[in-house]
């Protein structure tokens, strides 16, 4: 391990699962922003994790919001403290992916058009898992949720939020996850180094949610990217792509056997693990164009 | 990033959540351990493997030798002629190939024309006085190890010269004598009386064991085993200790146009490819086939290689003279069903014989040990004296080396010596035994005298290859030993092969994955999503802050090298 953790911003003695990915995600980023950070905070399982009121976990400034609303109340955040004439503190908006697939979209979309200066995190754990594990924008193609039982899974690709946000041509947009935290962190170290609006896709497994032991979420975040179903990468000015990490031809595994732990997947037949196969391949070989024809620098 | 001094806030709002004592949701519990690597576990002379490789890494050969020194005294000997267990062992021997230990072990005893010879600093005088019968790897390892224990060592030796089978028995194609004498010079630094020309009897023995305070006994296995068949006794019929023997001798022996070889261990593949060397066209006997053949396998390859040919399910019936040469009457064979050391039993087969010219045979089918003593009886009792390190029925004599019943390689001879001499010291500080060895066995395999000095603890688990997390380590290729073309190498008895170069071999140690010993990776700290792992080292390993730590396993998961593992709470 090439990085660590110079300084602790979150406490222990919160609440998370055991094995939760989120943490993890929340540990890397704020190392990274520092003390001088404020974060905004809509509906998500960090609002839980976080733990009560008079207590919090997160030891930077912290603003609970409503579901919809993590952009636009980072955006009045960073309209504030500009006014102050501070314009060295980070906002932070920090969302999971219900609140920013779906229910945050068009606040986020409001920011991104307009360039507001903040950093936006979407900790993706593909459901609604705060609230009992609903489906979202976000759920893998075949996976069982609450409301896509497995009987009725979710025939629903995941959405490409990395193409939404590119569209905007917001000046940095990447993807991350905590498997890599040096690639996860070097991600962060740009954006913070950088003006507008940054969007940071961290790919965040869930014991809970994905019915898996609690000792893997490391493992599956890697997993996912070596089966090629989170590639690593970033966009700059919504234009140009860079690849950060291609998985060695000898470390790549089928999608098969990244699911194999993830019981939210144990129904599926081998067609349908097939259909998850050729989506990856397709979303892979499609990158790979982007990245070869528009490289960044 | 540059950070400005920041104001306290008036007031705080809300406090941190450290009341909140998540520990109490564990039911598994991470337990930090350093284990054994399986390579050193096996090594059969206790070699500090991981220690070394990890100096080696750094390019600190000093260290790397000062490291082997403390088990081995001859590194030179054991990375050439070792059929090296370790790399079998090796965790990463499924994944992209083992760590070539041997080449880097081999490095590292040559490093001592650099660096000296680095043998550890020798205990204080205990004023006991120990001898040793026999001057070869087993009695020398045990002479080094009380050495260093401070008992005053002198050795008896039948011949006129330290080294035993290593001066005597192995070709120079595969241990040069230089490499012998560097490794040997330990004798003199550490004040080790050698006394050469000693022919020593069992009865000299006991009575040794009356002037000395312990008597370890290392005489080898010098009796070759007979044929027992007619024609034996001829002329230009000899064991294959004794050709080998003569080698090492001013004078050469000729063994003629032609020779057959009987017999399939590593006597009958040196005594081969030493009369292939002479100019002799070589046939070598064996009475089942490749796959019993016990000689080392690299061994059987390069003799094959070189051109001898093997006529395998085939055995001598009869020897006769014919004029000047002679000629082996064989008969084939076919393989029955086991025997008791649970190989094919070769059945011979009815009229099926064949004749071989041949103007010397050597017979090279096992060798046992001369020594017939009341004490100690090579048949019986193997596996109590094996158990008990040497001891006998006699608390002063002890016994190591192929005299005892250890498996027949250099590196178990040091590694058996190196337990006599433990076991004498514990009998002579009057320790208790078992309690010795439970507390210096790593894994139930090899044994430390680093550890038996110090009075640490060895550890007791070794790494599985399930433990390793491979994902933290790249694929890259196994350095690959120099060898020389068989045409050239069997042109005399130049060494085969080289040391590997310092880059290679640093290359090659940093393949490593340091099975069972912490380097503070800080993979457990980085991914432990309570921040309970507490990285300052205690008995050189992280620790759990077990008032949060939920026990989701992830750090034990994430380890690159077992050191973690899951217990279950409260158990």
Known sequence: MNVTVEQEFVCRGHVACPGCGAVLAMRYVLDVLGKKTIVVLPACCWSVINNRYPTAAVKVPLFHTAFETAACVATGVRAALDMKGDNDTHVLAWAGDGGTFDIGLQALSGAAERNDDIIYVCYDNEAYMNTGIQRSSSTPFGAWTTTTPAKTFKTKQKKNIMDIMAAHRIPYAATATIAYPEDLMNKVRYAAGIRGTRFLHIFCPCPTGWKTAPDITVELSRNAVRARAFPLYEVFDGTRYRLTHEPAQEDRMPIAEYIKPQRRFAHLTEAEIQVMQDHADEEWGRLMKVTETWPAG | ?571
């Open chain 2, 1 to 571: 990033m540059t950070e400005k001094k920041t104001q306290e806030p008036l007031i705080y709002t809300t406090q941190d959540t450290l009341g909140n004592k998540t520990g109490s949701w564990r039911y598994m519990r991470p337990v930090f351990e350093t284990k054994a690597a399986p390579c050193a576990a096996i090594c059969p002379a206790g070699n500090p493997i991981v220690s070394f490789i990890t100096f080696a890494k750094e390019g600190d050969f000093d260290s790397a030798l000062r490291m082997i020194k403390q088990e081995n005294p001859l590194p030179s000997v054991c990375g050439r002629v070792c059929p090296h267990p370790c790399t079998s062992a090796c965790n990463r021997y499924t994944y992209d190939g083992s760590v070539a230990i041997n080449e880097i072990e081999r490095f590292c005893g040559d490093f001592a024309e650099q660096a000296g010879p680095e043998i550890p600093e020798r205990a204080g005088a205990t004023g006991k006085k120990i001898a040793v019968v026999g001057a070869g790897p087993a009695g020398l390892s045990c002479a080094y190890q009380a050495a260093l224990m401070g008992h005053e060592v002198t050795i008896l030796e039948a011949s006129n010269r330290a080294g035993g089978l290593l001066t005597q028995a192995i070709p120079a194609y595969r241990l040069p004598a230089g490499v012998v004498r560097r490794d040997l010079c330990f004798i003199d630094i550490l004040n080790i009386i050698l006394l050469t020309g000693k022919t020593i009897t069992a009865s000299d023995i006991e009575k040794m064991a009356a002037d000395y305070d312990a008597v370890a006994v290392a005489c080898g296995a010098h009796k070759s085993y007979r044929l027992g068949i007619e024609g034996e006794e001829l002329a230009g019929v000899v064991p294959g200790l004794e050709f080998l023997r003569k080698m090492s001798g001013r004078a050469a022996p000729a063994p003629g146009a032609k020779t057959v070889v009987i017999g399939g261990g590593n006597t009958a593949m040196d005594a081969a490819r030493a009369a292939l060397r002479l100019g002799a066209e070589v046939t070598v006997l064996y009475r089942r086939t490749r796959a019993e053949m016990p000689a080392f396998p690299g061994e059987i390859l390069e003799a094959e290689e070189e051109g001898i040919e093997f006529r395998f399910l085939s055995a001598p019936v009869k020897i006769e003279t014919s004029g000047k040469t002679k000629k082996v009457i064989c008969r084939e064979m076919e393989l029955g069903s086991d025997d008791d050391s649970g190989r094919p039993r070769p059945v011979p087969v009815e009229g099926s014989e064949f004749e071989l010219d041949a103007d010397t045979v050597i017979t090279a089918i096992g060798e046992t040990v001369a020594l017939d003593a009341p004490f100690f009886s090579p048949n019986e009792n193997r596996r109590q004296i094996s158990n008990a390190w040497g001891r006998t029925t006699n608390d002063r004599i002890f016994i190591c080396g192929d005299a005892g019943p250890n498996d027949r390689t250099v590196a178990h001879a040091v590694g058996s010596g190196k337990r006599a001499a433990i076991a004498i010291d514990a009998q002579l500080s009057g320790k208790d035994f078992e309690a010795v060895k439970q507390r210096i066995t790593l894994g139930g395999g090899a044994v430390s005298a680093a550890i038996y000095r110090s009075g640490a603890e060895a550890p007791a688990k070794v790494v599985a290859p399930q433990a390793v997390n491979f994902a933290y380590f790249m694929r890259t290729a196994r350095l690959e030993a120099a060898t020389t073309a068989p045409d050239e190498r069997i042109k005399g008895f130049g060494e085969i092969g080289a040391t590997a170069a310092e880059d290679a071999v640093r290359a090659e140690a940093a393949r490593c994955f340091t099975c069972g010993v912490c380097t503070e990776c800080g993979n457990c700290f980085m991914f432990c999503p309570d921040m309970s792992i507490i990285t300052e080292p205690r008995n050189g390993v992280p620790a759990t802050d077990t008032d949060y730590c939920k026990g989701c396993g992830i750090c034990a998961r994430e380890c690159p090298r077992g050191i973690i593992e899951m217990e279950e709470e409260n158990k």
